[in-house]
């Protein structure tokens, strides 16, 4: 049996019940929503997570077109430079591990596709779990997926405040800064997994 993930459950229930809970707001008072029969929560709880996956769908569209902006994820960014990744003595050792592991020059994996350096950084990931180093690995990648939902969700619950009948504008603002908050962590969250990958990926290679 599949061990239960908390990251993966959270991040779908999370940005699921940010929309329900906001939904609710913009045509509710705090205290009438307070109020509520909590007898229905679990059909809440099965409602959050059906919007979840949706908005996590939503995020993914949000993720392309957020790491376009910055030129890739990153993983990516490794092959342009060290920083703010890795140091240059740390970027040179894992290119020296990605040539004893792999067979691959320096040169080769700088001129790679992007579809190819993709599928490399999987085959790093492969040699850290068969290592039993990916606990951290997983933490972060799974808050990372938490917070993209969050975002998407915040941001979508924010446009519902602006055009809420009573024009709840301080609830909508509040949500856009929770969803560029969530940006933020979600952006640091995918530098702490790009870290993590290289530096657990060349301590398995040496």
């Known amino acids: 049996m599949r061990a239960f993930d908390f990251y993966e459950f959270a991040g779908i229930i999370a940005p699921g019940v ?81 040539e004893k592991n792999q067979r691959l020059s320096r040169d080769y994996i700088l001129g790679m596709s992007q579809r190819d350096w993709f599928s490399l950084t999987r085959s790093m990931y492969i040699v850290v779990e068969a290592n039993g180093s990916v606990d951290r690995l997983e933490r972060f990648n799974g808050n990372y997926g938490l917070l993209r939902g969050v975002t998407v969700s915040c941001f979508i619950s924010g446009a519902l405040m602006f055009a809420a009948p009573e024009g709840k504008v301080v609830y909508g603002v509040a949500l856009m800064i929770g969803g560029f908050l969530s940006s933020i962590r979600m952006h640091r969250f995918a530098k702490y997994y790009a870290r993590e990958l290289f530096l657990q990926y060349v301590g398995c290679a040496y």
């Open 18 to 98: 940010v929309l329900i809970t906001s939904s609710l707001l913009a045509v509710m008072e705090p205290a009438e929503i307070l109020d509520m029969n909590l007898g229905g929560s679990f059909i809440i709880i099965i409602i959050a997570y059906v919007l979840g996956h949706l908005l996590q769908g939503v995020g993914n569209g949000f993720e392309y077109v957020w790491w376009k902006a910055w030129r890739g994820m990153p993983t990516d960014w490794i092959k342009r430079k060290a920083g703010p990744i890795l140091s240059n003595d740390q970027r040179d050792n894992l290119f020296l591990a990605l």
